[in-house]
Each structure stands twice: as C-alpha cells, then as structure tokens.
C-alpha cells in the first residue's frame, strides 16, 4: 500500500536522523513531529521546535513533557539561524504549513516566512539532509503558499538539491501533500 501522507513525511525524517542529531520543527503545532524528532535523535539529540503561537507551544510542552532533548521556541522558523549555534549542522527540518489544527484558522503560515526559513534551514542542512514539507492548501493562504512554493523550488539548482512533490492526485479537498528537499551530497 502507498503510505498517506503524513506517515510518510515521518519515513523520510526517519530514514536519514540518527541518535545525537541536531534537528528542526518549524511548525511545531500541537507537538506530533516534535515528540518523534526528539525520540528520533534521542537524548544526545537536539530538537529547536518553533512556533509563533503560545497555545502550540503548550500543546506541545504537554505532549512532550517526558522528553529532554527539546528546545521549544516562541519565534517564527524564519528566525531559525539565530537559535543554531554556529557551525552547527541540521540533519533534518519538518514543516506543518496551515494553521493550527484546533486553533485560530486566521493564524496561518506564509509564504514570506516559510520560505526565507527554508533558504536559512538549507544553508545550514548536512549532505543528504532533508527539508520535509507538508502542505496543507485548503484554506485561502494556503493556496497562496503553495503557489509560491512550487514557484520557488521548481528554480532550485538541481545541483544543490532534489526536490520531491509527494501527493495523491485523485482525492478531493485539496488533499495536503508532501515536498522534500534533499541536499546534494558533494
């Protein structure tokens, strides 16, 4: 069976993190990514999850309360560099563009932010690091978002980076999908 949508954002984060890696999440939300990041990279591991809203934050705080390794941050993922210690590495950074689920739907992800956070993330992203986006388009800066995403990666230099679109074209609602990012190994 082809896997949905969101577990397979998860296999790609899983199949290249590895215990004492330093990670992202971008959209921290209710705490979902965050919680397997940090199980992912594990104690040694370092997790910065970022939100702007204070209700993810605690969503998440609960959600993870038993684990060390996470670094919760009130601040846009456009700012991610400024939390990095420099010359540290990323292995992997996950993104949940929309709004929160649960939350205020006026309070979304934008394009501006996004992708100035994934310039600064890619910088930053080891040899065979991935950058894994979900996009969620049904809602209507959601669409905006996604038009600009796929404007500016289809430019991405195929040297640097491949760039998958991961998606099921036959579903209804503006159905999320996935794009990811993998930096060339030189």
């Not at 949905?4 to 004492?20: E, H, N």
């Not at 991610?80 to 950074?93: M, N, P």
């Not at 939350?103 to 100035?116: A, L």
Request: with cysteine.
């Amino acid at each position: 069976m082809l896997e949905r949508v969101l577990p397979y954002a998860k296999s790609l984060a899983k199949d290249i993190v590895q215990p004492g890696d330093i990670v992202v999440d971008a959209t921290c939300g209710n705490g979902h990514d965050t919680a397997f990041l940090a199980e992912l990279t594990g104690p040694r591991g370092r997790v910065l999850s970022f939100d702007i809203q204070s209700q993810a934050l605690e969503n998440a705080k609960k959600r993870c309360h038993l684990l060390e390794n996470i670094e919760f941050i009130p601040d846009s993922h456009a700012n991610a560099e400024k939390y990095l210690e420099k010359g540290s590495i990323i292995k992997a950074a996950m993104f949940n563009l929309g709004y929160l689920p649960k939350g205020d739907k006026t309070v979304t992800t934008e394009y501006q932010s996004t992708i100035s956070a994934i310039k600064k993330l890619f910088t930053r992203l080891d040899a065979g690091g991935r950058i894994i986006i979900v996009v969620y388009h049904g809602h209507p800066e959601g669409k905006i978002e996604k038009e600009a995403l796929t404007e500016f990666l289809t430019r991405w230099p195929q040297k640097e980076a491949q760039i998958l679109e991961y998606r099921f074209i036959n579903q209804q609602n503006d159905a999320p999908y996935i794009l990811c990012i993998e930096k060339s190994r030189k």
